[in-house]
């Protein structure tokens, strides 16, 4: 059974990091692209960085130079480095794969940024 279960999300100042998590449960990780995206409360889910199969990155214009998606191999899972983070970057966030024609999602973890 596929699972994705995100971590590390919390309460941090503005101008602070924190790094997320996500391990995935029944599937190689390593085998696909991995999605992080972001539902900020009253607004609409936003992709926020891809990494891909290869190890390429991608990142939405508003996060690029301050967040680094990378792979962690070693717990089966991916994990998304938010540096300098902002008011703005306050959401759930929850990564996702695409496997075998379905879409899987964690149920995300909350990153709380204060002024």
């Known amino acids: 059974q596929v699972q994705l279960v995100e971590s590390g999300g919390g309460l941090v100042h503005t101008g602070g990091s924190l790094t997320l998590s996500c391990e995935g449960f029944g599937f190689d990780v390593t085998l696909y692209d991995m999605r992080w995206f972001r539902q900020a409360q009253g607004k609409e889910r936003e992709w926020v960085a891809t990494i891909m199969e290869t190890g390429n990155t991608e990142y939405t214009a508003s996060v690029k130079g301050r967040f680094t998606a990378s792979r962690e191999n070693f717990r089966n899972g991916v994990s998304l480095q938010m540096n300098n983070l902002q008011p703005d970057d306050a959401a759930v966030y929850s990564c996702?794969?695409?496997?075998?024609?379905?879409?899987?999602w964690g149920r995300g973890t909350q990153v709380t940024v204060s002024s």
């Open positions: 996702t794969a695409f496997i075998n024609g379905v879409n899987y």
